[in-house]
C-alpha cells in the first residue's frame, strides 16, 4: 500500500484499509444509491474494481465516492 506519491504509508495499521470483497461491497452499495453517474474499471487479470467513481447528485459537490486500486498482488502471490 502507497500514497499517490509513492511513499508507504509508515505509520497505519494496514488493517484500517479495504480489503478486495471491500471495494466490491462500496461497488455494490453505491450502485444500489443509483447514482445520477458511474464509472468502475475493473482489472483485466485479477478482476477487481481497480477504478471506481459514483457521482450521486448532479452539480451537487461532495456527495462523490470514488477509489482507485493499482498494482495489487494476491496473498501468496
Known amino acids: 500500500m502507497s500514497f ?3 511513499e508507504p504509508p509508515e505509520s497505519y495499521d494496514l488493517a484500517e484499509y479495504p480489503t478486495i ?3 466490491f461491497a462500496d461497488v455494490e ?3 444500489a444509491r443509483k ?3 458511474v464509472r468502475v474499471e475493473y482489472d483485466a487479470e485479477l478482476g477487481y474494481p ?3 467513481f459514483a457521482d450521486f447528485v448532479e452539480n ?3 456527495e462523490e465516492l470514488g477509489f482507485l486500486a493499482t498494482d495489487l498482488t494476491p496473498i501468496g502471490g
Request: aromatic share 12%; no cysteine.
Open 60 to 62: 451537487a459537490v461532495d
Open 4 to 6: 499517490p506519491d509513492g
Open 21 to 23: 470483497p471491500d471495494l
Open 29 to 31: 452499495a453505491s450502485l
Open 35 to 37: 447514482p445520477f453517474s
Open 50 to 52: 481497480r477504478e471506481f
